[in-house]
């Protein structure tokens, strides 16, 4: 069974920065390799609605952001560590939430249609105030 761990969270002021991790894992063994995840990020601020914020198609590096964390935000991977990264910069306190990292072995339509995502983690909690 395919497990996801995020870790990175924490208490940031604005501006500052924090890169969150998102490691697979329980995958060895199957058909499956890392480099064949689709890997999404999510947020949740307390009293809305989970939203997609960034995402990697790993087998080509495709890469989508949600509008208000373009430019601010960076997903990359590091496949040595079988690991992907969320770098945020430039934090605000709307940035706020709780970041959950979400992935599927299935080729996706909609990268920010959360129920095309087969595994998530339990989340790591940002939180940007002075």
């Known amino acids: 069974e395919v497990q996801i761990v995020e870790s990175g969270g924490g208490l940031v002021q604005p501006g500052g920065s924090l890169r969150l991790s998102c490691v697979p894992s329980?995958?060895?063994?199957?058909?499956?390799?890392?480099?064949?995840?689709?890997i999404g990020w999510f947020r949740q601020a307390p009293g809305k609605e989970r939203e997609g914020i960034s995402y990697?198609?790993?087998?080509?590096?495709?890469?989508r952001y949600a509008d208000s964390v373009k430019g601010r935000f960076t997903i990359s991977r590091d496949s040595a560590k079988k690991t992907v990264f969320l770098e945020m910069n430039g934090l605000k306190p709307e940035d706020t939430a709780v970041y959950y990292c979400?992935?599927?072995?299935?080729?996706?339509?909609?990268?920010?249609?959360?129920?095309?995502?087969?595994?998530w983690g339990q989340g790591t909690q940002v939180t940007v105030s002075l």
């Open positions: 979400a992935a599927t072995f299935k080729l996706i339509l909609d990268w920010n249609d959360q129920s095309e995502y087969d595994y």
């Open positions: 329980g995958f060895t063994g199957s058909d499956f390799k890392f480099e064949d995840f689709t």
């Open positions: 990697m198609r790993l087998p080509d590096d495709h890469t």
